[in-house]
């Protein structure tokens, strides 16, 4: 008899019949398919997006009673930035990537200059957070305008490739949005840092950072991730009898409170700012009952540590979107636009993209080198390329310490903010470190496969 290795999934596979590993979805195989990119293009993406969750973690116990004075200091800006830029865009630029072509069963089109797109985005953010460290206009403007080159190349390859897809998922739509919302975003940002160069909206100033910070959370993060949950919370927790049915009513209603909110602040109109925000408030709890919904249906009973951290995700995200309309409607104060911001951006975005690359980036590293010896000798699983240990662990540190964040902000407790902050920047680093860990199985020999 011939040898017996495993699949990814721990399935045994004889040594006689040496197939492409087989994860649990056809499409997360895919990704490293015909249609899947080089590891090269992706990893860059997704490791120096951990890096800057890091990053984020350090700084945070030293900034954060800053962010509770006036959330609108040069440092608070800065990590406000790193978050938005370095973090989560950083995050998802890569994984888009490496996952739209798989999901659209089209390959990635018009990819000519790719190979620039993370020198040259890395390189606009590096400027534009430290423009707003040391508060240079100057940098905030030469960052803008690369970080604007770069999105723009990286939007018009994903949409010449959806415009190429062969299936359409509800996902698409989702993406698809989130795309024009980017465009919007990062439009609205040079505008403010060329603003803070010459001055010239006055008046207008707060208005347009209230339109850029609803378009950025709402329209460009919280839109895609949304969209991808309903791929990846099926793919990773086997739920494949949930229909989409209640996820185009909530596609639907989630444009119509994004435009209704950024009308609303555009033309100071407040009765449609809380008209867009009471059907946000409805469309956040339609998605979190479709989340439920999908884990009802999963074939993989046992939950892990990427579950837990969508699962909680949710519940910040069904927090925040009704305590943020009541603190629009109630006037702003700094201390509760603080801890609505760490809600939003560690909480429920943050948590859940960290959840997912504990499932991304071992895949992609395990099938570049494992999959060619599967079949020939005994390789290790996909989960256990995570210290899962270290993940758990984590977890409590993240979402422990930013609990006791939020209530130390809202009552302005500089002693406890700073120890708190202290406890979910253990928790960002360490996971940082679990996935970073994933690429020192990528030996000498197999870096040739990641070009």
């Not at 989702?174 to 008046?203: D, H, K, P, W």
């Not at 709890?285 to 009802?296: E, Q, S, V």
């Not at 699962?311 to 943020?324: D, I, R």
Request: with cysteine; aromatic share 10%.
């Amino acid at each position: 008899m011939g040898s017996v290795s495993h699949r990814p999934d721990n399935r045994p596979i004889s040594a006689s019949r040496a197939t492409p590993p087989i994860t649990t979805s056809g499409m997360l195989g895919g990704m490293a398919g015909s249609r899947g990119v080089p590891l090269a293009v992706p990893l860059p993406f997704l490791l120096t997006g951990v890096c800057a969750a890091a990053l984020f973690g350090l700084l945070l116990p030293w900034v954060a009673p800053e962010a509770v004075q006036a959330p609108d200091f040069p440092h608070v800006l800065a990590l406000v930035h790193l978050v938005t830029l370095g973090w989560l865009t950083m995050t998802i630029m890569g994984a888009s990537l490496q996952l739209t072509p798989v999901m659209i069963v089209a390959p990635l089109r018009a990819t000519r200059f790719l190979s620039w797109q993370y020198p040259v985005y890395t390189g606009g953010v590096v400027l534009l957070l430290g423009g707003f460290w040391w508060m240079r206009p100057w940098l905030l403007a030469i960052g803008g305008i690369v970080i604007v080159l770069a999105v723009l190349h990286y939007v018009v390859v994903l949409s010449i490739t959806l415009l190429h897809a062969t299936t359409r998922p509800l996902t698409l739509r989702f993406l698809a949005a989130s795309l024009l919302y980017l465009c919007l975003v990062v439009g609205l940002g040079l505008t403010a840092a060329l603003n803070m160069q010459f001055g010239f909206l006055e008046a207008g100033t707060d208005r347009l950072l209230s339109i850029h910070l609803t378009l950025g959370v709402l329209g460009w993060l919280s839109s895609l991730l949304m969209g991808v949950s309903y791929t990846l919370v099926r793919l990773f927790a086997l739920a494949h009898g949930h229909d989409d049915r209640l996820g185009r009513v909530i596609f639907v209603l989630l444009q119509v409170s994004i435009v209704g909110l950024a009308l609303g602040f555009l033309i100071s109109w407040l009765a449609l700012i809380l008209l867009g925000g009471g059907v946000l408030i409805v469309t956040a709890l339609l998605f979190a009952y479709d989340f439920w919904c999908m884990f009802r249906t999963r074939h993989r009973k046992l939950l892990d540590v990427t579950q837990y951290h969508s699962m909680a995700a949710v519940v910040y995200f069904c927090l925040v979107v009704p305590a943020g309309i009541a603190s629009v409607a109630f006037g702003w104060q700094p201390a509760v636009f603080a801890a609505l911001g760490m809600a939003a951006l560690v909480g429920w975005l943050g948590q859940s993209i960290i959840g997912y690359l504990y499932k991304i980036v071992p895949f992609l590293v395990w099938h570049t080198r494992y999959g060619p010896l599967v079949g020939r000798e005994k390789v290790p699983l996909m989960r256990e390329l995570v210290h899962e240990r270290w993940a758990w662990l984590s977890g409590w540190l993240i979402n422990g310490g930013l609990a006791g964040v939020i209530l130390s902000a809202l009552f302005s407790l500089n002693v406890p903010l700073q120890i708190t902050s202290g406890l979910l920047g253990a928790g960002l680093v360490l996971a940082a470190a679990n996935i970073a860990s994933v690429v020192r199985h990528l030996r000498k020999h197999s870096l040739s496969a990641l070009r």
